[in-house]
């Protein structure tokens, strides 16, 4: 798309003010998060600090270093495990097929949308019983069940435009199912794999429901939760708080600048199959 | 090296049905061809064959093993089937070098890497992809796909190729090369093949016997000459051979002793020695077919039309190199002529003859030939 000069003017500047009012919440964050607590009183969030310190950034970091750890564990684990269930199961549905794979599928999509608040009590109840709550592995076990259908639809999206042609030539190649999913299948999905693993890792690092319902207060409790608790309970420590935030946004941000390339070609190859 | 039969195979889509009742015998080492126009059940079948796809009904013989068989109860799955497929889109892997393309079928079957390396070396060679075996299948252009897809197809040695239009994407220089050297490498390797196809030139030119097929049903099995010159039917007859067989719809009449067909526009004697042949059908509504290289232009003689001769307009000239094609009209009846050279123009009028023996003849109810 060209524009004639006077409005390509007026385009870059509202993309230029818009991306300062998104970006101004960070900045705000970043500045407080290197201010002594005078600072934080006498400067307005916007303003670079008067006497900079990295002092709430190691409170902050002592607090949540072992938040930050559990969070990292179990994000990792539920990211990997969904993402390799979604893609055996895109290639089942897609390549394998069965009778009724199209209900499977449905039982799948419907999975996506019910709400997390839905299924608490139940969740809360099944882990005691298992013993997993207030455990890293229940995390990993909701985290992971709980990413399964969207991976599943990314992937099987994905594998609808790998030909059947290639599948079938595996099979008379004399490749069986599994063979054909390590050899041909999977070497064939990276770009999938990096959508489903950043969108599993944001969501799942994101969440505080679950980490607040199965594992608050405790040893395994997650990053997103300790960072509510960094709140206090008496007075209100913006900078501790600020810096809290930007050590736990800090792993989505590198995430977004290494494969954000990826990702929106990723977006625009789901876009196109439809 | 085995023989393949297919006995009263069906398969159905939903409520069409790709292929009804087909029974099939393709010899051990023979060129087999299907033939037909797209959507006529060709691949259904030599998917059947490969086990990629389960018929409803019927059964599939490798030599004596029966491999597929719905009543029975049996179904060899495609792995276990000493069958290899070439596919119309190649289907070589994107991800893999040639070397590994072509290793592939070794390396699942567990070879050893030595023996790997030897065969995928030999095949290359034969194929002339030596120089490219380190590349990536999109550094190689489609003839060189083509041949990494065949290559991936021999290098195990199969019992039975099943080719499925692996010309069509080639442009039309290298398909006439290729079509060459893949006869000649079946010969050489002398593997029983089974070469699915909608061009009617590929399959007269390379086939032992070609079977045409239209929407699920056998038209007709035969070597190409047996096509050529005794079509079985309308369809065969105008399938096969390029430029197109002539029709005429005709009755057949006995005037003084003698049948003849008559076409409103020219009337033709019937040749005495098929006479007895047609006179069942006399009244009725026949259609003569005869192909453009069966009918002459006749030069010597001036004034009147000469008996058996139709006096037709040239329409077009079209120049095909060795020969001319006259396409001629009077009144409703259209006719293409392939002549060695004309002194006739656009728009003059000309003598054409035909040789009665080479003449075809269909019931017009049933599309079947009679002679």
Known sequence: MRFPKPRRVTLYILLVFFAFLFLLPLWTCITTSFKPVHDVIYTTPVELPLSPTAEPLITALNIMQRPLLNSFTFTISAMILSCLLGSINGYILTKIRFRGSDTVFLFFSIGIFIPYQAVLVPLVLTMSKLGLFNHIEGLILTHTAYGIPITTLLFRNFYGVIPNSLIMAAKTDGAGTWTIYRRIVLPLSLLPFVVAAVFQFTSIWNDFLFGVALARGSEAQPASVALANLRGTTEFQWNVQMAGTLWYALPVLVIFFVLGKYLMRGYMAGAVKG | MVSVAIRNLTKTYGTTAAIKDLNLEIKDGEFFIF?????????????????????????????????????RDVYVTPQKREVAMMFQDYAIYPHMTVFNNIAFPLEVRGEDKSEIVKRVTAT?????????????????????????????????????????????????????????????????????????????VEAMTMADRIMVQRDGVTEQI???????????????????GSPEMNFTDCTLIEEGARLWLDAREFKTPVPTQVAPKLESYVGE????????????????????????ALRMTVDIIEPVGPYLLLHLRKGRCSLVARV???????????DIEMDPSKMHIFDKKTAKAII
């Open chain 2, 35 to 71: 033939l037909g126009p797209s959507g006529c059940g060709k691949t259904t079948t030599l998917l059947c064959i490969a086990g990629l796809l389960k018929p409803d009904k019927g059964e599939v013989w490798l030599g004596n093993e029966l491999v597929t068989s719905s009543e």
């Open chain 2, 124 to 200: 290359a060679n034969l194929l002339g992809l030596s120089q490219l075996l380190d590349r990536k299948p999109r550094q190689l252009s489609g003839g060189q796909r083509q041949r990494v897809a065949l290559g991936r197809a021999i290098v195990r040695k199969p019992k039975v190729f099943l080719l499925d239009e692996p010309l069509a994407n080639l442009d039309a220089k290298l398909r006439v090369k290729t079509r060459t050297d893949l006869k000649k490498l079946q010969r050489e390797l002398g593997v029983t093949t089974v070469y699915v196809t909608h061009d009617q």
């Open chain 2, 222 to 240: 035969g070597t190409p000459e047996e096509l050529y010159n005794h079509p079985a039917n309308v369809f065969v007859a105008g399938f096969i």
């Open chain 2, 285 to 308: 509504d026949l259609i003569m077919g005869i192909r453009p290289e069966d009918l002459y232009e006749r030069k010597s003689v001036k004034g009147s039309t000469q008996k058996n």
């Open chain 2, 340 to 350: 060695k050279n004309t002194t006739a123009r656009v728009g003059q009028e000309v």
